[in-house]
Every structure is written in C-alpha cells, then in structure tokens.
C-alpha cells in the first residue's frame, strides 16, 4: 500500500525550497529516480537518510516523520525500518550490575569511527546501560542526534570529546572531556572550538579556566599519563602529570600497542599510579565501533586514505563481563573497582539532564535578539510609508489592514525579522541589483512598505499618484491591481493605474499570528560580504554566527574504495556484498561540517555562541577563513532567530539588464500587453512557431523557458498577469493539473481562474460559498501545504455548494504553490518578457552571458537552418546529465530565436 501523506510532505517540503528531484537527489545522496518513489508513497527513505532530508529540507527530524495525522504510523514506520535495518548482535550484557562506558567513537570521529549514536543508544537499551559518553575525537557533531535518542530510550548521556593536548615540552597527547552540567557543556563548547584553530588542540591552562562542570580525564591509550611511564619519567613527574586529572582510563590490553605482558604491567601501573594520587581509575572499551565484525567497515575508511595498517577488531564495545574478563588479570576486587564501580561512580557526577541550550519559555520558539525600540521603528516605518502613498487620513480598508498586520507582528514578536529583511533589502538595492523574497511573507503589507518585499498584498485598487485618492475595484473586476485598465482620478484628473495582488494576510501570519516569519531573500552571489556586514552592523560580529552543514560521503565513492579493499584483499565480493558494506558505511560517518552559504544564525546579546554550540573553521570557496556551527544546522532552528539569504544570482538577467540599458527593472509595466503575448505565441517577435520551433515566445524568460512550461502555455493561453500566475501555480505544484481540470477548461465550462491552482484559490472559493473564515483557512493549509483532502474536508465542500469537479480535482492535488510566493515570480519573468520585446540586443547578450559555459566553437557562426538541425538533434538525445543538457537547449534555441529576429 502507498503511503502518501510521507509522500505529499515529502514534495510540498521539497517544493517550499525551490528543489527539483533530481537537485535534492544530489544533496542527499541518491537518485532523483529514488526521491520520486518516495514522493509518490512507493518506496520510503532509510533512517540515515530521513535524517539528511531533515537537514538539507530544514526540518526537525519529528517534522519530518511525524507532521502527518497518524503520527503513530510515521512511528511505527521508523520501528519498523530500524529493526529491519539493523542486525542486532547477539552480545547481551547480562551482569547482575553494569558497568558505564566512558570513552566511545561515532561516525563524527572522521575516518575513525563508526556507527551512529542511535544504534549506540539502541545498544545501550537492550544491554540495560543507564549511561553512556560519546567522546568522538575533536567533533561533537553527533550530540544533538545522541541526546535525542538517550532521552527517548531513558539512558543518561554525558555529552564529551577527547582533544589534542598540547604539552609545555611540546609533546601531544590526549585528554578527555565530559560535561557533567549544561555549564560545563558551555565550557566544553568553548575548548572545542579552540581546538579547531591553530594549532590544532588546547592546553592545560585554558582547560583551567573553563573546568567547571568538567570531568578531566587521561586519555587511555594517546593519554599524558601512558606516554610518561613509557617514556621512564620519574615518581615525581608522574605523580605532578596524574594530579592534573579527574580520573585516569585503561582499556583492555590487547587494544595497547604493545604485547600483552607489556600491556598488562603498564596497565597494572596505572592502576598503582590511581590509587598513590587518589584518583579514580575507569576502564573504557575505547570503542571505536559496536561490535568485533564491524571492524571490517572501519579497514575500509583506513585503506581508503592510504593507511595500510589493519584494525583486528579489538575496538568493540564490550559488556560488563567482556571487561571483566579482561581486567581479571588484576584481581577480582580490583577489576571490579576499575570496571564498575569507577565508572558508575563517575557516571553518578553527571546531571540526569543536560541541555544542549539554555531554557526558553516556549520550547516551538527561538530566543529571539532585539534591536534598540524595535517597535516603534517598524511601526513608525510602516504609518510614514503608508500615508505617503494614500494620504492621511488613510482609506479605511488600508488602515485596517495596517493595523490588523502590525497587532499580528506584536503577537509574534517578529518586529526584528522585518528589520533585519528591510536593512539587507536597502543595501542590496543601493548596490543597484535585484532582491526578492520567497515564500509567503510576500503576503504581509508591511513587509511591501518596509521595500523587503516587491508586490503589494491589497485587494486590486487604484491609487492616484498626484493626490493619492484611492479607490477599490468592482467586487470580482480581477485578482490582480495590474490587470485593471488605466482610470482617471475623479478628485484631480490624472491617470491612474491599478495595484494591489490580492493576498490573504493569514497566507503570512496565520489566524492569530502563530506562523513563524521566515523571510528568504534572493540575493546575488556578490553580495555575500555585503550581507554579512550588515548583519555585523546590527548585532555585532560575534553574534552573528554561519550555519554549519554536514558534508555526507558520496555513495559511489564508498562502493569504489570498498569493492577495491577487498579486491585488494583477495576477496571476490559479490554485488550484495559490496552493496551491503557501501550501505552501513554510508550510514555510519560524516566527513565534516562545511558552511552553508547564506544561512546565518543570530545570537541574543545576553549571549555567546558556547551556550549554543561549538564553532568550526572552515576555508570558503575564496579561501576565507570563516566561523559556523558545529552541530548541523537543522537542530538549531527552533533554538536561536535563522536568517537566510539565497546567493543564487536569481535575478542575474534583471540585474545585467538594467546594465545594458540603464532601465530600472522595478519601473516596467506588468501588464504590457505584447509582452504578456509571448506566453501565447512568437508572433510579437516578429516570427513563427515553425521557424523557432516553439509555440510561445517564452526562450530565455525565467520559469517559462523550460520544456515543461511551453507544454501548458499554450493550454492555459493566459491573457493576463492573473493568468500568468495561475499558469504558474500549475506548471510547479504537484497533481494541481489533472485530468479533471483539464477536462473542464478544454470544455469550457470554466475559466482559468475558476481552477484550484494556488493554496489561497481555496480558501476564497470557501469564503465565497459562505465557509467560515477559520475553515476556509485550515482547508487552504491541509490541502494546498500537505495534500491533504479528507471526508470532512468533502462534506464541507459539499455543504457549500462545492461542484464535484472541483472535489474531484481536489483529491488529486499532493502541494500547490502560495500566490504570495508565485506574485514576485511572475512579476519578474514579465519583466524579462519586456526587455526582450522592446530591448532584444540587451536580452540576448544577457541571456546567453547567463549560459555562455554551454556555448560551444562554432555555435554562434551557424545559419538558422543549421541551427535548426543542430537543436532537434540535442532535443532527441538520451539525456544522461540533465543540467548540461537543459543548458545546452537553451543556448541552442536562444541563438536560433536571435538569428531569426535579426533576419538570419
């Protein structure tokens, strides 16, 4: 059976991000073949990988697998796959009382580790362990996704790291780290994020000033106290090295590289050197991975880096009893002491509840910065700009929205949201290039006011520029203030044009103002330094911190090193073999954390980064040194205020446009009406279908210049800027044009604005039919975000003189589009269209300069006729790389458009 509602999520969540299948695909890991099975409810993710769509979608994990009504089957789900995943070994630890393991790797431990802290949780469960650490080395990557699943098994998880330690006589070795209370996880925070820089580690006298709420420990193996006895130091030096320490670990002699006679009296001394100082003396598994056959994956991370020398699978977790057998060799009271007590009793030290963050008041909300009188800005931002442009006293239906959207920021507390958009989207502008914001803030009236976003969200009206009377339009004129015909001002007589996109305010804020804002502005790649300095500006460059993104390992680069190894080897391994291995390798490390361009997270000023996270330092593509976080990204969300800023040079065409010509993209007309022609037909352009080989003239106009796009135009024939919208909504939601919509509108018992294509289409045809506002609100919701139509939904419909066909229509939809969103969309391809009617030799030097890297010799010298050839040729070609090919058709059908508009 299908399971939609994971599907539906899937899509709309993919959808809200601006990702094709195959774009998310790549992030991930898999195919877009893959991800399509999932949205259609055929196949279903693994565990591993829900958790890199949480990060790459951002979502919480819960979100992801549990946004849905049956939350108990995405559970079931998640338990179903994980014991089918896992091949639990049949190790149990069976001690009447057990020990707790102190010293433990994960994947984050790069190159090192494996496995993950579920299935460490999950083991920890089914041995009956009240506590564990995890104490990857130099990362604490995986604490966030550790902490989780400890809290949901009931295991006391003691947040550590093992560090570089840099000695006085310039010898390194290792010393752990655990957190015994939030603040001495703030500490810790702070001593890894020194480590990161250089040199590589920290040293004693910066692990003093942050050892409160510390365990120190000396490292088993690369510890301070190991290298010293090796080394024949003194009693004196030793016993000076030891009282540094909180506790002292060995591990099981065979793990010492050493013989075991050896291993056993260094081990044996240890002890001795414990009980002369009087600290505690803990035996660790130091365990690399969970079990002994799991050291086969972690041969394969060793050889793949060049390391030939072999892991023989001492590095497992080991039982109560596997470690008493061990350390049996020092005497029953004393293996007991070192392996048990010891570690219970550290164990014991640590809070039953650590926090990854401070305490909020409302766990679903992020502390929130402030600005200096961040109210009375926006507010006074807001009435200035508004009378400006109505007049004062304002129309009553601009008053009410005004102040109907500033009560709703209040109840968000959202007015430095709108400040920090407004100040980006100021800088942007004065740097002469084109901003413009996604999602459906783009239905707030302030945020037009503030310049944050580029379409006005009130009913269509007109406004007179010279008096500023303002007027609306008949009840159902149009949905869009750009399709009103031009009027003369009955107060002065000047001409005035149409405003206004019709926008739902509860498209933004919600019904009470329980909708996060989150504006995503667009901005151009060279602008990144410019953002960043204003964010600086406003709340001081140490709080303003870049978001960290895991980096996951390519899945056919771990199949080629694996299926090597044990070629190599002198293994014959078998597809499921190799296959088997690629997939818990694949599952089990992350190679690091990189910055992710644009994301940033801003810090209250009561505040540092180490109560939330640690820092990493990484390289840019520049080479810039930067700072982000060290837990992904994804886990901070719902903790601190996440501003984002796409650098995808969306607009490149507007911005090279307004170069070429010195024309101000934002001062031409939507509406004009030859431009709205292209999306019908070429005939505008002074050709024909045939000769350009495409009904419309829509080659290099953004949204509308793909393959899939010039198959609806010419079925929807929009012949307005509302019908370029609806076109829109169509093309890009998913199951929105069915069979049943197109079955009426090619009837033509409808029109095209008669068809569900947008969320809001919903929500007025309810409000219409007389719903109440609330339900015509949750339908638009469930239905346009979540593809959800249920028999309550019908019954509503039906209740309200719903037609079937639209029903009908209705349960084929699985997400639409916002027209808050698609408004600034469409806006901008008008835009486009423009330029290319009235500026074709600015259009084309833009378009083609936009994808001048599929240009190939030779192509700007051929004919129209060769053209012709050349491009029906690439358009029958198997396609094996999607993205070159789409570049190459559109150089290819630009070049031909040109040619012909020119005369050949």
């Not at 800005?377 to 400006?388: F, G």
């Not at 964010?535 to 090597?564: M, S, W, Y």
Request: proline share 5%.
């Amino acid at each position: 059976m299908k399971d939609y509602a994971f599907g539906n999520l899937l899509t709309g969540l993919r959808l809200e991000k601006g990702y094709s299948q195959f774009q998310l695909g790549q992030l991930v890991g898999v195919s877009d073949k893959a991800v399509s099975k999932w949205e259609n409810g055929s196949a279903k993710p693994r565990m591993a990988t829900c958790c890199k769509l949480a990060e790459v979608l951002e979502v919480s994990l819960d979100t992801l697998l549990a946004e849905q009504d049956n939350r108990q089957g995405a559970a079931s789900w998640v338990s179903r796959t994980t014991k089918r995943e896992k091949q639990m070994s049949t190790r149990r630890d069976e001690a009447p009382v057990t020990r707790v393991e102190l010293h433990t790797k994960t994947g984050a431990s790069v190159l090192d580790g494996i496995g993950s802290p579920v299935d460490l949780m999950e083991r920890m469960a089914c041995w009956g362990h009240g506590a564990v650490a995890i104490t990857d080395f130099h990362s604490m990557m995986n604490l966030p996704q550790a902490l989780d699943a400890a809290r949901r098994k009931g295991i006391k998880l003691i947040p550590g790291c093992e560090l570089c330690l840099h000695g006085n006589d310039g010898q390194d070795t290792h010393v752990m780290l655990l957190s015994k209370s939030s603040e001495g996880l703030k500490g810790l925070n702070h001593l890894l994020t020194s480590s990161q820089k250089d040199p590589f580690g920290v040293t004693k006298e910066l692990i003093m000033q942050y050892r409160k709420g510390l365990l120190v420990g000396c490292s088993c193996d690369q510890g301070e106290v190991q290298q010293a006895l090796r080394s024949g130091a003194s009693e004196e030096q030793l016993y000076q090295i030891a009282s540094f320490y909180d506790y002292l670990e060995i591990q099981p002699p065979e793990n010492e590289p050493m013989d075991l006679p050896q291993a056993r009296s260094l081990i044996r001394r240890v002890v001795k050197l414990g009980q002369t100082v009087g600290k505690p003396v803990v035996a660790v598994s130091n365990a690399h991975y969970l079990d002994p056959e799991d050291s086969l994956c972690r041969n394969i991370l060793l050889y793949s880096t060049g390391r030939i020398e072999q892991d023989a699978g001492k590095l497992y977790l080991r039982t109560t009893d596997e470690m008493m057998k061990a350390m049996a060799f020092l005497g029953a009271k004393t293996s007991r002491q070192v392996v048990i007590d010891a570690s219970r009793a550290l164990a014991e030290q640590v809070d039953e509840d650590i926090s990854l963050y401070p305490p909020r008041q409302d766990a679903r909300s992020p502390l929130l910065p402030s600005l200096p009188h961040q109210e009375e800005t926006v507010a006074k931002l807001a009435w200035t700009q508004t009378q400006a442009l109505y007049g004062d006293p304002l129309p009553a239906f601009v008053q009410e929205r005004l102040t109907t959207e500033l009560e709703l920021i209040g109840k968000q507390n959202s007015w430095v949201h709108y400040l920090i958009a407004r100040q980006i989207a100021e800088a942007v502008r004065k740097q002469s290039k084109t901003i413009s914001v996604r999602g459906v803030c783009g239905a707030s009236f302030i945020a037009w006011l503030l310049g944050i976003t580029s379409v006005n969200p009130l009913p269509p009206h007109y406004i007179c520029p010279s008096c500023h009377h303002t007027w609306l339009a008949e009840a159902d004129a149009c949905r869009v203030g750009a399709d009103l015909p031009a009027q003369v001002c009955p107060v002065c007589g000047e001409i005035c044009s149409g405003d206004g996109a019709d926008l739902f305010p509860a498209s933004c804020f919600g019904l009470q103002g329980e909708k996060s804002p989150d504006f995503e502005p667009d901005v151009p790649g060279t602008c990144q330094s410019l953002v960043e300095e204003q964010l600086a500006a406003l709340f001081g460059k140490d709080h303003v911190i870049q978001a960290g993104e895991p980096v996951f390992p390519d899945r056919e680069e771990i199949k080629g090193f694996t299926r090597q190894y044990l070629t190599d080897h002198h293994q014959s391994p078998s597809e499921a073999t190799v296959n088997g291995l690629t997939e818990k390798l694949f599952d089990s490390f992350c190679s690091q954390v990189m910055p992710k361009a644009g994301r940033y997270f801003i810090i209250p000023r009561a505040y540092s980064a180490d109560d939330f996270t640690p820092l990493t330092y990484c390289r840019r593509e520049n080479d810039e040194i930067c700072a982000c976080t060290h837990y992904g990204a994804f886990t901070l969300y719902h903790v601190l205020l996440k501003f984002t800023c796409c650098y995808i040079n969306s607009h490149p065409m507007l911005d090279r446009l307004r170069e070429l010509t010195g024309i101000d993209p934002a001062t031409v007309p939507l509406a004009d009406s030859q431009a709205l022609s292209l999306f019908r037909s070429p005939d505008a352009l002074g050709t024909t279908s045939r000769r350009i080989l495409c009904e419309t003239g829509t080659y290099g106009i953004p949204y509308f210049d793909e393959a899939a796009a010039r198959e609806i135009l010419p079925e929807t024939q929009p012949q307005t800027v509302n019908d370029l919208i609806i076109t829109f909504c169509l093309l890009h939601g998913t199951g929105v044009w069915s069979a049943e919509t197109k079955a009426m509108l090619h009837a033509g018992k409808v029109t095209l604005s008669e068809l569900p294509a947008a969320r809001e289409d919903v929500m007025r045809l309810l409000l219409r039919k007389g719903a109440a506002y609330e339900t015509a609100y949750q339908m638009m919701e469930d239905l346009g975000r979540r593809g959800k139509f249920t028999d309550a939904m019908a019954a509503v419909m039906q209740q309200h003189g719903v037609d079937d066909w639209y029903m009908a229509a209705c349960k084929k939809i699985r997400y639409m589009f916002s027209r808050a969103h698609t408004a600034a969309l469409v806006s901008n391809a008008l835009r486009c269209a423009w330029f290319k009617l009235h500026h074709p030799e600015a259009f084309y030097t833009a378009a083609l300069e936009q994808w001048k890297d599929a240009l190939q010799d030779g192509d700007t010298e051929m004919d129209e006729a060769e053209l012709r050839v050349v491009l029906l040729r690439e358009r029958n070609k198997p396609v094996p790389e999607p993205w070159k090919t789409q570049d190459r058709l559109r150089v290819l059908e630009l070049l031909l458009e040109k040619k012909v508009r020119q005369g050949g």
